[in-house]
């Protein structure tokens, strides 16, 4: 009896290493898990911040183009006005778009959606808290989904207006990748000269053209460059909604980041 009583307490001893050891193994495995999930969350927070600053980049130039049309559209409106009470004559005004240059070059905003791709199609998505989780869908789901709509609308009405209300701009654009005059990140030219006598002189006769005259003395030049001007504005208002949001989740996840750093 004292034999077996002592078989007992041995197994018994064993069954109780083993079984502790085996769940020291698990607990050992499931923390460096963790510790190792929160090293990605951390990892996928900042690259999150990385890409919603380089929205506020696009952004940053998306506005500085539509600044630029605004204006432009709005000299070109008054300059029509003025050829229109005869105020001036047909040289000084196709003097005058000339010295205009390209009105618009329709920047359009894309975002930065990489990372948010990724959680989506690993799951890590559902680490962030409910309230940034459900910022990110709307930011980069419904929010993008109107901007590209409307991406795709300002790209038509100005390729529109540039080939059949405005096409002295088709000239101008391919003009100055020939001087590079004016910055253009369309055709990748650096601005820093000055457009030659011959592209002057294409200039010039492209506008005393009996047809092109026609083109810009017509009311469907004036109509589609206030419809431009209005699909501008109209465009702006979206951008101004896009980087709303995206300062309203910037400042949320660096909050959240804090929280999980301290």
């Known amino acids: 009896m004292e034999y077996k009583k002592k078989l007992l307490i041995k197994y018994s001893l064993e069954f ?9 193994t698990f607990w050992i495995d499931e923390w460096n898990r963790n510790r190792l999930e929160d090293i990605q969350h951390i990892k996928d927070i900042k690259s ?45 005004y196709y003097k005058s778009i000339i010295d205009l240059g390209f009105l618009y070059s329709y920047e359009t905003f894309f975002m930065t959606d990489a990372t948010y791709k990724s959680l989506i199609s690993n799951g890590r998505i559902n680490m962030f808290p409910e309230d940034i989780h459900s910022m990110m869908n709307k930011y980069y ?16 009405i100005s390729l529109q207006y540039y080939n059949y209300y405005h096409p002295f701009s088709m000239l101008y654009a391919n003009e100055n990748l020939n001087n ?3 910055s253009d990140r369309r055709f990748g030219v650096t601005g820093s000269g000055e457009f030659s006598e011959k592209s002057m002189e294409r200039f010039y006769r492209f506008f005393k ?14 109509s ?8 501008i504005n109209l465009y702006t208002q979206r951008i101004k909604e896009v980087n709303s949001e995206r300062n309203k989740i910037s400042e949320s996840i660096r909050e959240y980041l804090k929280q999980l750093e301290n």
Not at 16 to 24: A, H, K, M, R
Not at 57 to 67: A, C, K, Y
Not at 209 to 222: A, R, S
């Open 16 to 24: 109780i290493v083993i079984v502790v050891g085996i769940s020291v």
């Open 48 to 92: 999150i911040i990385d890409d919603l600053e380089f929205d506020s980049v696009t952004i940053d130039r998306v506005n500085s183009s539509l600044e630029i049309g605004d204006f432009k559209s709005k000299k070109i409106i008054e300059l029509i006005e003025i050829k229109q009470q005869n105020k001036i004559s047909y040289e000084e």
């Open 141 to 156: 789901e419904a929010i993008a989904k109107r901007i590209y709509d409307n991406n795709q609308i300002v790209d038509n």
């Open 180 to 182: 590079s005059v004016v």
């Open 209 to 222: 053209n009996q047809k092109i005259k026609e083109i810009y003395l017509g009311v469907e030049f004036y």
């Open 224 to 231: 589609n460059t206030i419809n431009l001007r209005n699909r």
